[in-house]
């Protein structure tokens, strides 16, 4: 028998699909502060697209772009082909963009369920009151749901906390909790801020597994930025190096990690 | 009350012919629609009734049937307990088959071993984690040709051959049995009762593991012995969360549970198990003593916690039930003042912690393994928890001796069980003859006739005695005892389970076998002293820190010098108290080979590992350097060292024995 690794590395060979969202020309100034200049890049679909630079590149900048909280000033973004000249929040999440944050963003007094439940509310039909009720199609809808978040929350293994008020849990875990939120949307494009900043070891290996089995088996996609170069090369299919709010690369992990401007950027120049 | 449970009647043809699979055949006719298997999908318990696993486990079986496993061979089954791996095992058995449970958490390396001893062609495990294990495996064990996987997830992108889902193997069970059809009613009908059942392999203690062969005979007599004795009826609900390589879980979850046609629930992961054991609230309840000793210090832990008012109440209703509560258990004559006092604590405090517990409505709770803390054991029997020990081993199928209801000894592991003779060699040594003594180990029969004599007795290696009332009394293994140098008996294991009693110290080892003295290792349970480290306000950077602080030297003195008043106490003891110990700066560990996969101490590994800290502890020397490696759960090696105190214990001179 010759063994296959299970995809543990972002390997080319992976298929990705066509384009699915394409940003060209973005500039973004607030005042007279230049975060974004003229950057184009583009998202295949079912491809792990990392973005990375030095702090103040303007990476969280180029996700609110995208899910429409910055307006750019010039610019476009066609997602699967349609062109418009800045995203909106709602219609974002419509689209079926859903994203974490750098700084956890959840219910802090709400147990794991509820939070991942909160993910599920655009889905949502009934109305409020029937809903408050628990009556009628809004009780077949809320168990419909809840089976959606507890597969959310076998599928993130986090069975054992699943009543836990977040406020409870270690750092890790509520990372992990907040990228539940974000799959009960059932995305098809994901934004993840920075998910494994201030994490141990062992708690980024976790998270890698879990982004690649997003990406594999709900076959979303993803587009992430993260700090730990490590991390970023082994598992994303494309990278855009952003510097000063400019882009300097973009490409496989491998021509990113041998591009002269990146190194310069990253260890200073005179080295 | 199932009536087909103990039925006297049956002939003995048809004793001979008892099965497991006829069994489960018979619960599938008998009560067809009573749930056999739980288990959590989704956040929602899942049921399945006895005809469902029926037809569940003529599926597998029909497809391992198809993929060629036939009669004779094993089938290794690898994972945390979930229904379909015991369905596979029902399955194996329905073909003539025999299934061998490892242990989910050993490393590939050590599951090789059994793998090729018992010459495994076909593989049942429970997820990737498993599988991966087996594939890494196809090099040193290549008679491995079929594994089926029960959790699909991650396995998309295997492509290795042999590998099949359960759901798959079922498909395939289903079109071959339309195809074959009797093939599997002849399958079952061949089987008999002396056909082997089960093979599980013992972790040893020393030297490489040897499979116990169990027939269906065994296993049954044991079952049925056990579901007699404590009135087990087809309502009882299990929660089966011990490894199902392990003869206890063998014995509640498959011999008892189809005896009985009772419930095995099936926890949704292993982190949930104290959920689940709230939401099922077993009747009749099995773990080994860690596990009740960590749900009281849990609830010590968490009453420490709580405001004064509660802190008081929760005092006052314990020493009531420390007072009283074991005498009501017992039915004994208890004054009408204690019984209301005990009343009113049931309803503010006993109901609601063993609520929180999951232990509102055992019946029976079964512990058993290792020795219990009398305060432990006192401590779940006051608040009305029916705790018992029994005593038996994988070769006797955990059955030999039981405490029967109304008449528990702390200190005994209680009468002989329903058809087993049990007595003492010269030596003090326990012998066993019943009819679920093993049939031998698997391809040893050197191995065998050491431990079973031409007299039918199973040498049990544990030295034990009776007391007056006919109950059983288990000192040590019998092989561990030992002389001092002044000629009283050492029982290394009876002090320090002293030793362990205490909720500070969750391992210790002591020596004394052909000395002077004895001297001691402990191993602090870094919950309990970082606790009273915090409340204390000592600052510590990690375990070997806190092993090493004065604080942690004190307490652990208080301890040690406690159980000495203790052996000073016993007849014969005395002179077998702890002059020295030390606290070792790591966690004895089943990955560093301290201790064996159940967590029993392997003392020749350590007498040789430790040389120096033990030379050190006998020569008197005031500290002793140590480094030792260490290997982590994922496989790396890192080093662990400090610089050991030795500090010595204050000794007792015997009592005089009061007559």
């Known amino acids: ?271 | 009350m199932g009536d087909d449970v103990v039925d006297a009647s049956r002939d003995a043809q048809d004793q001979a012919r008892d099965t497991f699979p006829r069994r489960l055949r018979g619960h599938g006719q008998a009560r067809p629609g009573r749930p056999a298997f739980r288990e959590k999908h989704l956040g929602i318990w899942q049921t399945w009734s006895w005809q469902q696993v029926n037809a569940e486990v003529r599926a597998i079986a029909c497809g391992l049937a198809s993929l060629g496993f036939k009669r004779g061979m094993n089938l290794a089954i690898v994972g945390d307990n979930r229904p379909s791996l015991y369905w596979a095992m029902l399955a194996a058995q329905s073909l003539g088959g025999v299934p061998v449970p490892l242990y989910q958490d050993a490393p590939a390396a050590d599951m090789a071993y059994v793998l090729n001893d018992a010459d495994i062609g076909f593989a049942v495990a429970e997820d990737q984690e498993q599988v991966d294990k087996l594939l890494e495996l196809t090099e040193s064990c290549p008679q491995l040709r079929h594994i089926v996987f029960e959790d699909e997830r991650g396995m998309r992108h295997y492509r290795q051959a042999g590998l099949i889902s359960l759901a798959r193997l079922q498909d395939l069970g289903r079109v071959w049995d339309a195809a074959n059809p009797g093939q599997f009613d002849a399958a079952v009908e061949a089987g008999s009762g002396s056909d082997a059942a089960i093979i599980l392999y013992t972790s040893g203690t020393t030297g490489k593991p040897k499979g116990v062969v169990q027939s269906h005979r065994a296993l049954l007599a044991a079952g049925m012995g056990g579901v007699g004795f404590d009135h087990l009826t087809d309502h009882e609900d299990i929660l089966s969360y011990l490894p199902m390589a392990w003869v206890g879980d063998c014995l509640f979850s498959l011999a008892q549970a189809l005896v009985a046609g009772f419930t095995v629930n099936c926890p949704e992961s292993s982190d949930t198990v104290l959920t689940d054991l709230r939401e099922i609230g077993p009747t009749y309840y099995f773990a080994p003593p860690r596990v009740f000793e960590n749900m009281l210090t849990s609830v010590m832990i968490r009453m420490e916690d709580a405001g004064a008012l509660k802190r008081r109440m929760f005092h006052h209703f314990m020493s009531v039930a420390r007072r009283c509560g074991s005498a009501i258990l017992d039915g004994k004559d208890v004054s009408t003042g204690d019984r209301l006092q005990y009343a009113l604590g049931r309803v503010l405090v006993y109901g609601p912690l063993k609520n929180v517990l999951g232990l509102s409505r055992v019946r029976v709770a079964y512990t058993a393994g290792a020795a219990i803390g009398p305060d432990l054991f006192r401590f779940y029997r006051s608040i009305g928890v029916n705790l018992k020990q029994l005593y038996g081993s994988t070769e006797t199928c955990a059955y030999v001796c039981l405490q029967p209801d109304g008449n528990i000894k702390f200190d005994s592991v209680g009468l002989p069980a329903p058809g087993v003779e049990v007595k003492l060699a010269a030596n003090g040594e326990v012998l066993v003859k019943s009819p679920a003594t093993m049939d031998g180990y698997f391809k040893r029969p050197d191995a065998t006739a050491e431990v079973i004599d031409t007299e039918g007795y199973f040498h049990t290696g544990d030295a034990g005695m009776f007391d007056r009332d006919g109950h059983l009394k288990i000192i040590d293994r019998a092989a561990d005892v030992g002389k001092m140098d002044c000629g009283a008996i050492f029982a290394p294991n009876y002090i320090e389970n002293k030793l362990k009693f205490f909720p500070f110290i969750k391992e210790a080892v002591a020596f004394g076998n052909a000395r002077k003295e004895v001297c001691a290792f402990i191993n602090i349970d870094m919950e309990a002293v970082g606790n009273y480290a915090e409340r204390r306000n000592v600052a510590y950077a990690g375990y070997t820190d806190l092993a090493g602080h004065a604080l942690t030297y004190e307490l652990v003195r208080e301890c040690v010098e406690k159980v000495n008043a203790d052996l000073a106490g016993e007849d014969g003891m005395a002179p077998t108290q702890i002059k020295r110990f030390l606290v070792l700066h790591k966690e004895l560990d089943p990955d560093d080979d301290e201790l064996t996969r159940t967590r029993k101490v392997r003392r020749k590994f350590i007498a040789e590992k430790y040389a120096v800290l033990i030379d050190a502890l006998y020569t008197g020397k005031a500290s002793q350097f140590i480094s030792t490696q260490v290997k982590f759960e994922d496989g790396r090696i890192g080093t662990a060292s400090a610089d050991l105190r030795i500090c010595e214990a204050c000794a007792y001179p015997a009592m005089e024995l009061a007559a």
């Open chain 1, 1 to 271: 028998m010759d063994m296959i690794q299970p995809a543990m590395n972002g390997s080319p060979a992976r298929a990705t699909g066509p384009v699915i969202l394409d940003l060209s020309h973005i500039s973004l100034a607030f005042g007279g502060v230049k975060a974004l200049t003229d950057i184009s890049f583009d998202v295949r679909e079912h491809e792990i697209r990392a973005i990375i630079g030095p702090n103040g590149a303007g990476k969280s900048s180029m996700l609110n772009v995208i899910n429409g909280v910055y307006r750019p000033q010039q610019g476009e973004i066609a997602l699967r082909g349609q062109s418009r000249r800045n995203m909106d929040c709602h219609a974002a999440a419509k689209a079926g963009i859903a994203r974490t944050f750098q700084n956890i963003a959840l219910f802090k007094g709400m147990t794991v369920l509820d939070n991942i439940m909160t993910g599920r509310n655009l889905k949502m039909r009934s109305n409020f009151l029937l809903q408050a009720l628990y009556w009628g199609p809004a009780r077949k809808e809320e168990i419909a749901h809840r089976e959606k978040a507890e597969a959310i929350i076998d599928f993130l293994e986090i069975q054992a906390i699943r009543k836990t008020p977040v406020g409870r849990l270690p750092y890790g875990l509520q990372k992990r909790v907040e990228l539940g939120r974000a799959l009960a949307a059932e995305p098809d494009i994901l934004l993840l801020d920075e998910p494994m900043a201030g994490m141990n070891v062992e708690e980024k290996q976790d998270m890698c597994r879990f982004i690649l089995d997003v990406n594999d088996q709900l076959g979303t996609t993803i587009v992430l930025i993260e700090h730990d170069m490590g991390v970023v090369m082994d598992i994303s299919d494309r990278v855009v190096v952003l510097d000063y709010g400019r882009k300097i690369a973009d490409g496989t992990p491998d021509e990113v990690r041998n591009n002269e401007e990146v190194i310069r950027a990253y260890l200073g120049a005179g080295h």
